[in-house]
Every structure is written in C-alpha cells, then in structure tokens.
C-alpha cells in the first residue's frame, strides 16, 4: 500500500468530499493559495475554486459563525481553525450556536460542520500556540470530537466528519503532519466511536490519544524487552467514546495507562480514567494512571518545554512501577 | 405614509392583522408569566411591531430570518402559529422546539426563522452564513439578522459585516434601536451613528421610523429585491420603543427611562394605532371592521393559551433526545 | 467476661438491619437458644436468639433503630450483679471508673459438650486485622480473595507485602478458614435408617442442615451442593440453582475423617467414628462469624443426635 502524509491525507479527504457534494466547502484563515500554514489545503483552490475554498478576514469568531449559519441552511462547511489555541476565540459559536442548535429547536435544525484544527507541544511556539484543547470542546454536548493518530485515521475520520450531520471538531497534531503511513487509494471511512487496538498485550493497557498512540506504542516496545506485554490502544474519536473496547482490554490487563496530550487536571486523562474506575473497578489490579500534559501554559525554551509532555520513556516507567505493583498514592 | 390604499387593501390588512397578533401574543405571554403560569425569562415585543410586520411582509417563505431574545415578534411575523408558540413558551411537548427552548429559543424553520438566539449578537454570524449558503450554492433567498441597539457592542458583528461586504451577500442587518441597551440609555453605550458602523465597511445603510409599518415594508422590500439581484448586503436601523422592561420583571425602570417617555410613546407613536387611523382614513377599512378583527384575534390567542396549559409536557425520555442527530 | 451481643448479617447483600423489638429487658435472665430480640431486614422480620447463657445488659440499640451488621448493641453477663455496670457504660459516655472485675471464662457457643468442640488452628498466628488497620489490596485483589475465600488479613500476617495483588494471592495459605467440629452419638440416626427402607443418609443430612441454617443463619430457604466422591456436585433441594449456601460431604462410607475445602463458601463433613458421627464446619469467618457458624453446627449436632425432633 502507498504512504502518504497526514497533510496529503487530510487533503485528499476534502478534495474527494467536495467532489462527492457540491454543498462542502472549506472556509478559514489562507486555506486557498496559501494552503494554510502547514501546507494541507494547497492545491484545493485550483479544482475547486475560490467560491468553495474561501479565504477569510482574521476572524475566527465570525467565520465560525457563517459556517454555523450555512450548515443550519443546508451547506456543509470545513472550517479551518488555524491553530487549536483559537478555539477560545471560538467558543461562543461553537459551544452556544452549533452545539445548540440540534437540541434547542427540537431537532428541527442541525449544524453538519466540520471544524478541523490542531493540537501538540514541542513545536516551539510557546504557550498561545501549543495547547491541546479537546478536552474543552468534548465536554461540551452535541459536538462531536476527533483525535487522528496517523495518515490513515485522519483521512478516514475527516471523510466520516464531514458526512455526519453533527457539529464535529478534529484535532491533528500538527508535529504529525509530514508523518507517513499507508493509506488506502480506494474510498474508506473510519466510523466514529471505534477504538482501534493496535497491540494487543496481557499485563498493562495503554490508551493514547493522537499522537500519543505513537508514544504508546514506542513504551510498549521497551516494555516488551523487559517482558511487559503492554496493550495498546487509540480511542480515535473522544466523542462518541468505545469504552465497550477500553473496557473489556483493562478486564483483561487490570491496569491501565491513559495518554493524553491535553493538560491532566479534568482533562481526557481524567474522563478516561474514571470511566475505567466506575466501570471495571473490581477488575483492576493498580490505580488508573493519567499522564497528560503538564498543568503549566507551555512553555517556550525546548529545555522546558520537552519536560510538559508524556515521552515513551515515563509511559513506560509508568507501566513498571504498576506491574510491579508498587503502592502508588501519586505519581 | 404613502402607498396605493385601495389596490393594496388586502396586504394593508394582513399587515394589521399581524401587529395585532404580535401585541396581543405578548399580552397574552405577559399575563402568564405575571401569573406564575410560565416558568423562566421572557422579553416583550410590545411597540416594536412594526418593525417585524414591515419586514417580514416583505420576505418570501423560503427566506430567512435570525431572531433574539426579544423574538416572538419576529416569530409570529414570519407565520407561526399561537398553538405551537404557547406550547413552546410553556415548555409542552407540542411546543416548536419540543419544549427544549422555549421563550428564547423559538425556531420555526418551515417558515424560515432560523431561531431566536439567547446571545446577544450571537445570531449575527448564522444569518451572515446563512447568505453565504445562498450565495455559495447559487440559492436566491435573503436573510435578513434582526439585532438590537445593544448587539451593536459585540465584535462578531464588525468580523460578518466586513465578510459580508467583501462577498456581497444577501443579507440585510436590521438594527432595533428601540433605544435601550438592557437597562440603560443606547446613547450611553454606543458611540457614534449607528449607521455609521455599516458605512465604514460600504455597506449602504438606511434609517427610517420603526413605528411606520409602510415605511419599513417598502424600504425592505426595495432592499430585499436588490439583494436577490446581488447588491447585498444592506444595514438598516430602525428607530422603535419597547413598551415593556428589558424582561418582564423589569418592572421598576425609572431609573433609567421616566414614565412620561413611555406615555408618550404609548400615546403618540403606537405602531398600531398610526396604522389603524391610517387604513380608517384611507377607507380600506372601518374602525368596526378593525376592532372585529382584533377581537377575533384576541379569541384565538384565548383559546391557544387555554389549549396549551392542558396540553402535556414531553415525556422525560425525551430529556436525551435531539443532543445529536444520528440519521441522515 | 461478657459476651457482646452482634447485630447479625441475616442476607447476603445486606449492611444493617432493623431492631424491631427487644423481647428481654436489661437484667433478665437469658438462656443461649431463647429469642433475645427481633430485627427486620430486607426479607423477613427473625428473632435472633441468645448464644450465651446470663442476664442481658447493656441495651445500646433502641426499637426502631437501624444497626449496622456487627454492631455490638448489647451484653450478656454471667451475674445478675454485672449487669448495672453494663447499663452504665452504655448510658455514660466516659464508662465506669473502676476497671470492671476479672470476668470468668467465656461461654464461646451453646454446644452442650464444649470439650468435643475445637477450633482448628490457623496456619500462622494472626494479628487481629482491626490492630493493624486497613489492609491495602487492590480492587481485584479483594474481589478474587473474596471469591476464594482467602483472608487477606492472613495473608499480610504470613508476610505478603501490601499492596496485595491479584498474583499474591497464590500465595494465601491452603483453605484460609476455620474449622469448627463436633463429635454427636449416632445410635439414634443410625436406628433410624435401619428401620426406614431406602432412607437416604446423606439426604437426611442435607435436610438437617437445611432446617438448621434456616435456625440459625437465615429465617428463608436454603440451598446445599452436595459433593460427591466422584467429584459429582448434586443440588438440594433437587430445583435449587448452582449458588448455594453450604456444601456438604459425606463420608461416612469412607475411611475418611474430616474434609475442610478451600473457597469461601461453608462447607459441612459428616464422618463416622465408631458409632459416632464427626461432624466439621470449615466456614470463612469473613462471611459466617464465628457465633453463626458455631450456632448452625450445634443445630446440626443437635438434629443429628435426635432425628426424630427433625422429622417431627
């Protein structure tokens, strides 16, 4: 199978939904010549036109706002949300109006939006363009969220967003964008609410959201030098959660790590976790452990800021002391 | 006012009929609130009749509106229907939205009103979007942002006028300067023209009398005809009065507006009184005729109300229900 | 020394019962076996019996009050003049001031021979759990323990470190449980069976232990798995489902003497010695306290050494 980038994929998912619907379109900050910052719209103005790749004043709060008002009218809107630190610009449209609607009406109106945005530390952007902010938005009923961890999800999952007839954000991590992986050329969509267990293991479960399903993966592998057999998975949308996977892979592990790139206080971590507590609680043989950013804006100098985020290394220092069964009141 | 009396007799009294709706939907809504009836918060409408009639008589079915938290004006000159609005004021099941929205939160899309909106400015965005659809997918409908005085504060309105300068949509901002931002006087919180806020994006912008329902329908519909050509968009302020506080229990208000100014309004520049003394000495209609047709009106408005304090409240299932959409 | 008198657990899933009535002052005399108190729980309303001979002191437990299994709501003592200490110690909060005099032996259980009544030592001396406070053990740790019968409490004592896990409970001594037995004349079970054709011995068992659980445990029905010698687990009564409350073994066509199996469920062996019967109760005490367990084994004793009260 051919690999692609994460940017060619998420470019290839819009340019084919724009051609299977003449009602998508994308609208944001440079998303037409420029192909944004990243580099991930290019080449979409050229096929499809500046009427249906729309580039907009700085004006996150209003360009939100007429997507939500064209997605209420019939059209089926990609907002591009430059960086995920903006959502705080956002948030009266995206949380009062689009995730509102549905519900509010009666289920007369509906908000098919997709906001696509990013997330990820250690780009050196400091902390106004480093956070990892879904946590803020899943909280929030009536938005759907999702979290591609490769290529393949974020093709998968951006086609199965922009055909749902909810508001959905998604949050690539913007470290990720020049990754590879194989990505089918035939048409695919990845359901929402479908974990993906990527190794299955039999003594520590580790989750991992976007990339930190790659950092999962990497402890795993130290783990099973050290004969850990570590089960890995990624939840690939945080809204719906598959908690019937997370579930039953900790029934069998009875421990469980939960990665996440977002800060740990009330954070992804801590909504996994508890689910986990409540609901296998008398299958677990260790604490339900969070490792999520550190509860700090994040900070500029590299010697800083590598310190705010799960590394393969604590995940795995991690899943040891669990293992081993040492008596753990904080980490 | 100025128009074809005769030839128009029939408009003339749709437009009446509508005034009297709205007033008497409010008094209605008013009453019930006094009367321990209706639970939450509710803004009237009262004296700024004119202003939805003239406009939404100007509109097609098919175009839209975005409303506000004093919306049920808009609601009902836009063509809903008093059964469905009690009930939705009451939170009953047979409400437009099911009981989930309620006074605020009106929408009634088959008649294109896209929704009351509880923020204020925050349906400023939706309507602007609303014209980019219509635009973007070659549609020839309006949509016209109803707002108030106080919207005009809000950032998201200079980020979508500016949008919609640019893009040429078809949209018209109509400003209720009813002259009260909540509970203080407009001239203290907004500086400058109103107007002159539409002028610095060049979009043409009009101010005409709120309270003059010929005056409002014919600049709409002149405005509403150059949008489907593409002249759009359009801003227009309409200078009207609230008769009631900012909501219902804002009851002691002299503090900031005296109760002369409202007995004056009342007196002088009633939206419906200019306009019944207007159809009476134009000879389109007879003070008799008009008092039928608001005593007509009064009686269904009774019966509604009657209806929807039986009608039953929605199942608690439903509580769950409509947070997502899941078929397509 | 006193005998404290327990709110009872009386249900499987049930945390606190209701004192319904008291059918005995404070300072009158009880005999082990007479009703001393009725409580109502989720099922039934049961009179709970004195397992003690003496008078009754120290009522802490009003009518109508909800107590929590285990509770101590009151004492029996072995002289009438006792009695007015234990009501002051109830009533007053700073407890009497003299040090109450040296109590004489305890009565442990009604068994009418106390000296064929043993307890079986555990493998290792165990603290009182209480002294050494909580036990830190993960959640499935407890829950399997819990499934097995093992006591975690013997488990730290045997030097386990906490936090117990899952795995450390390969480690919990064989059984965890106490044993209690009782040697009972079978000239008249054994009349009995001669005489009455077809007589099924370890059904006769079954049903004395039915009907002695249902004295001394629960007021409701009971069902026992009989265990085969060939491994077989046979349900009694026939239509009782697979979770039962006892499990009973008959030996008494082996050499065998005594079986106390592992796992948390109580289990009953009936043996014979020479024309005595030897019965054994291994029970967790976790789950059946040491006052029910000994109370059911002497109703089983007791049905044993006269059938005909059974069968009556």
Known sequence: ????????????????????????????????????????????????????????????????????????????????????????????????????????????????????????????????????????????????????????????????????????????????????????????????GEANILLEGRDVTLIGTSSMRQVCEAAAEMLARDGISAEVIDPRTIVPLDEATILESVKKTSRAIVVDEGHQNFGTTAEIAARISEKAFYHLDAPVIRMGAMDVPVPFSPALEDLTVPTPEKVAETAHRIVAGELIHAL | MTAEPKQNAENYLRMYRQMVKIRTFEDNANQLYLDAKMPGLTHMYSGE????????????????????????????????????????????????????????????????????????????GIATGSALRAKMLGQSDVTVCFFGDGATAQGLMYEVMNMA????????????????????????????????????????????????????NALTRDLVGRCRKGDGPFFVELETYRYHGHHVGDISRTYYRSKEEEADWKANRDPITLFADWLVNEGVATKAELEALSEAIRAEAAEAVAYALEAPYPDGSEVSMHVYLEAS | MPFEVKMPQLGMNQDSAVIVSWLKAAGEKVAAGEAIFEVETDKATVEVE???????????????????????????????AEVGEHESAATAPDGPAEAPPTPPAPVPSPAPEPNEAEVAAPPKTVPPAIAAGRILASALAKRVASEQGIDLAALRASGVSEPIHARDLAQAPAGGHSVLSTRVEGGALAALLERSEGANRTALFAAFATSAWRAAVEDAAVSIAIRGLDGSITPYPADAGADAALSLIDLCDTRLGSFAPAGGTPALAAAREGDAFLLTLSFNEGRLPFPTAAALLDAIAARVEDPIRQLL
């Not at chain 1, 690999?3 to 037409?32: H, K, P, W, Y």
């Not at chain 1, 420029?34 to 080449?43: E, Q």
């Not at chain 1, 899943?138 to 909810?166: C, F, Q, W």
């Open chain 2, 49 to 124: 009749e004119a202003v939805a009639v003239g406009i939404c008589e100007a509109l097609e079915v098919t175009d839209k509106i975005t409303s506000t938290h004093r919306g049920h004006g808009h609601c009902v000159a836009k063509g809903a229907a008093f059964k469905e609005m009690f009930c939705e004021l009451l939170g009953k099941e047979e409400g437009y939205c099911r009981g989930k929205g309620g006074s605020m939160h009106i929408a009634d899309q088959l008649n294109g009103n896209l929704g009351a909106n509880a923020i204020v400015g925050g349906s400023m």
């Open chain 2, 165 to 216: 300068a640019l893009w040429k949509l078809p949209v018209i901002y109509a400003c209720e300067n009813n002259g009260y931002s909540e509970y203080t006087r407009t001239d203290e919180i907004a500086a400058g023209e109103i107007t002159a806020r539409a002028d610095a994006f060049g979009i043409e912008s009009f101010r005409v009398d709120g309270q003059d329902v010929l005056a409002v």
């Open chain 3, 50 to 80: 004195a397992a003690a001979d003496g008078f009754l002191a120290g009522i802490r437990a009003p009518e109508g009050a909800d107590v929590p299994v285990g509770d101590v709501i009151a004492m029996i003592v072995d002289r009438e």
């Open chain 1, 1 to 192: 199978m051919r690999s692609i980038t994460l940017s060619q994929a998420v470019n290839e998912a819009i340019a084919e939904e724009m051609r299977r619907d003449e009602t998508v379109f994308l609208i944001g900050e440079d998303v037409a010549e420029a192909g944004t910052p990243f580099k991930v719209t290019s080449g979409l103005v050229e096929e499809f036109g500046t009427g249906r790749v729309i580039d907009t004043p700085i004006a996150e709060p209003g360009f939100t706002g007429l997507a939500v008002g064209a997605a209420m009218t019939g059209a089926r809107p990609i907002v591009d949300l430059m960086f995920g630190d903006f959502l705080f610009l956002v948030m009266d449209q995206l949380c009062n109006q689009a995730a509102k609607a549905h519900y509010m009406s009666g289920g007369k109106l509906n908000v098919p939006m997709v906001l696509r945005t990013n997330l990820g530390a250690t780009r050196r952007s400091a902390a106004q363009h480093s956070q990892s902010l879904h946590a803020l938005v899943a909280h929030i009923p009536g938005l759907k969220v999702a979290m591609p961890s490769s290529a393949y999800e974020a093709k998968g999952l951006m086609k199965t967003a922009i055909r749902d007839n909810n508001p959905v954000v998604i949050f690539e991590d913007k470290l990720m964008y020049q990754d590879k992986a194989p990505v089918p050329e035939e048409e695919f969509l990845i359901p929402f």
